[in-house]
């Protein structure tokens, strides 16, 4: 079993930024990639990015790919997310998720692992 923990959650003024971490426990060694979805109230969860613990490959979704930075430091099997200019529509709980595929892994039923969640609210 993989334990993830969240962090870094909280009130961002538009045009601010964030910067989310995630450490990962337990059966670490089984761990491939690593990644991000947030979901807003009423919608679906949505893929943000991810990174492989293999390769260093990081890959931001379309819709936040000029805004988003994700990166590592597999020593602390810890993965973070930065994103800038944020928007309203950025509210989002944002998770931390961990999948034992390898290569860049983008779909949603190949993380196993799920964080609780951290709120990031986007408000003046």
């Known amino acids: 079993q993989v334990q993830l923990v969240e962090s870094g959650g909280g009130l961002v003024q538009p045009g601010g930024s964030l910067r989310l971490s995630c450490a990962a426990s337990?059966?670490?060694?089984?761990?491939?990639?690593m990644g991000w979805y947030r979901q807003a109230p009423g919608a679906e969860r949505e893929f943000v990015a991810t990174i492989s613990w293999s390769s260093g490959i990081t890959y931001c979704a379309d819709s936040v790919k000029s805004r988003c930075t994700i990166s590592g430091d597999r020593a602390k099997s810890t993965v973070y997310l930065r994103m800038s200019n944020l928007k309203l529509d950025d509210t989002a709980v944002y998770y931390c998720?961990?999948?034992?595929?390898?290569?860049?892994?983008?779909?949603?039923?190949?993380?196993?692992?799920w964080g609780q969640g951290t709120q990031v609210t986007v408000s003046s």
């Open positions: 337990g059966s670490i060694f089984s761990i491939n990639a």
């Open positions: 998720a961990a999948s034992t595929s390898m290569g860049v892994v983008t779909k949603t039923g190949e993380y196993a692992y």
